[in-house]
């Protein structure tokens, strides 16, 4: 059974760098073709995502969002870290982590998601 | 990038009804397209993929349509337990998502 669970802080101030740590379980990231991606939704607003790593420490970033994100891997302790900089009010959102399945044909979705951990950007 | 349309970007329905939700991408992504259900406080749950899998566990009213640009979700029998919000995803380079489509109830 594969399960994510994200974690972090609640409360950031602006201009703050936010760090999110997403621990899971049930499968390996230096599996071939497994990845595990981020993606949030601010209140009453749609689902955005945000960035992806994959096994083979391939990294992709939402080109809106690239400059101020960075998501890296710790395969043996089986955490994926996403830290975005320069938080501001409109980041407030519920960030959640998800992985990322495969088939050989390079079909791949999101499933399961960790239950998802809100942040508030306020001073 | 590859943007998502959908639409409506709401609608209200009776318990019972067919209700289908459309997703269009900018591009051709092949059947490179899955399908969430997502409701208030809970994680966003896999329906569809590859555009006409049904995920292991999802009921048979669901279904998923469609190749290159236009796409389809269809519940044959609306249930209380599906009111929610329904996201289309593009799986055929960065995964970007739809604006959703609520389902509320009439």
């Known amino acids: 059974q594969i399960t994510l669970k994200e974690s972090g802080p609640t409360l950031v101030k602006p201009t703050q760098t936010l760090t999110l740590t997403c621990t899971f379980s049930?499968?390996?990231?230096?599996?071939?073709?497994?990845?595990v991606g981020w993606i949030r939704q601010p209140p009453g607003k749609a689902l955005e995502w945000l960035a992806l790593?994959?096994?083979?420490?391939?990294?992709r970033y939402s080109p809106s969002l690239k400059s101020r994100l960075t998501i890296t891997k710790d395969t043996a302790k089986n955490q994926v870290v996403l830290t975005m900089t320069n938080m501001d009010p409109v980041d407030t959102a519920t960030y959640f982590c998800?992985?990322?399945?495969?088939?050989?044909?390079?079909?791949?979705?999101?499933?399961?998601w960790g239950q998802g951990t809100l942040v508030t950007v306020s001073s | 990038d590859i943007q998502m349309t959908q639409s409506p970007s709401s609608l209200s329905a009776s318990v019972g009804d067919r209700v289908t939700i459309t997703c269009r991408a900018s591009?051709?992504?092949?059947?490179?397209l899955n399908w969430y259900q997502h409701k208030p406080g809970k994680a966003p749950k896999l329906l569809i993929y590859?555009?006409?899998s049904l995920q292991s566990g999802v009921p048979s009213r669901f279904s998923g349509s469609g190749s290159g640009t236009d796409f389809t979700l269809t519940i044959t029998s609306l249930q209380p337990e599906d009111f929610a919000t329904y996201y289309c995803?593009?799986?055929?380079?960065?995964?970007?998502f739809g604006p959703g489509t609520k389902v509320d109830i009439k």
């Open positions: 998800a992985h990322r399945q495969h088939q050989t044909n390079n079909q791949n979705w999101f499933d399961p």
């Open positions: 049930g499968f390996s990231l230096s599996t071939s073709g497994v990845g």
């Open positions: 790593i994959y096994w083979d420490d391939d990294k």
């Open positions: 591009q051709r992504i092949s059947s490179y």
């Open positions: 590859a555009a006409s």
């Open positions: 995803q593009q799986s055929y380079s960065n995964p970007f």
